[in-house]
């Protein structure tokens, strides 16, 4: 009797043990639940670039591109632009060694649109950002611009802006010559790169 008593208690222990270890295997624990909340939250990037002078311009600048959300904004602070209207925009290679800029490659443009002022129905440029108003050649002007039209190193060829290059001109972009608006000179250059 003694030996039937201790069977079935072993066998209860065994039995108790298995189902124990079953409900912890199914039952999701906290750092699990933590990692697959972590690959659905958007990751954000930034990019930092600095932008050199060409031409003789003396025109330093600095660049920040950050993605969120699928939108990238992109910030550029400039000193030593001359006072009045100047163009920006991106342009097809990361390359600034020239001295001139053309290095950089005609306006980024991988949808094949004619030139154009950003969201124009007749069509634009992926890197025809546009034009902004230096009010004093002493202080940095601010440049900001938005768009979900672009990304930081997603593959996409007609999205990510890694490896292309950012142009400030000289001059106004007039958004309509073709093929680049006749913005004049480039004056700063900076490729966008990790």
């Not at 933590?34 to 600095?50: G, H």
């Not at 190193?153 to 093929?179: A, E, F, M, R, W």
């Amino acid at each position: 009797m003694k030996n039937l008593i201790l069977s079935m208690t072993i066998i209860f222990t065994i039995t108790a043990c298995k189902s124990e270890v079953k409900k912890t295997m199914d039952t999701p624990t906290k750092s699990s639940t933590s990692e697959v909340n972590k690959e659905i939250k958007e990751e954000t990037r930034t990019l930092f670039i600095n932008l050199t002078p060409k031409n003789d311009s003396g025109v330093i600048a600095k660049a920040k591109f950050e993605q969120t959300s699928g939108v990238v904004l992109m910030t550029v602070s400039a000193r030593g632009l001359s006072e009045g209207t100047h163009a920006i925009h991106i342009h097809e290679k990361s390359d600034c060694s020239s001295e001139d800029g053309k290095s950089a490659g005609g306006h980024w443009n991988p949808t094949a649109k004619p030139h154009g002022k950003w969201g124009s129905e007749k069509g634009y440029h992926k890197g025809d950002i546009g034009n902004f108003e230096v009010i004093s050649s002493d202080e940095d002007t601010i440049i900001e611009f938005k768009s979900d039209e672009w990304c930081i190193g997603c593959g996409d060829p007609n999205k990510d802006i890694l490896g292309k290059g950012v142009i400030v001109h000289q001059g106004k972009d007039d958004y309509t010559s073709q093929p680049s608006g006749a913005a004049g000179s480039r004056i700063s250059c900076g490729g966008i790169i990790e």
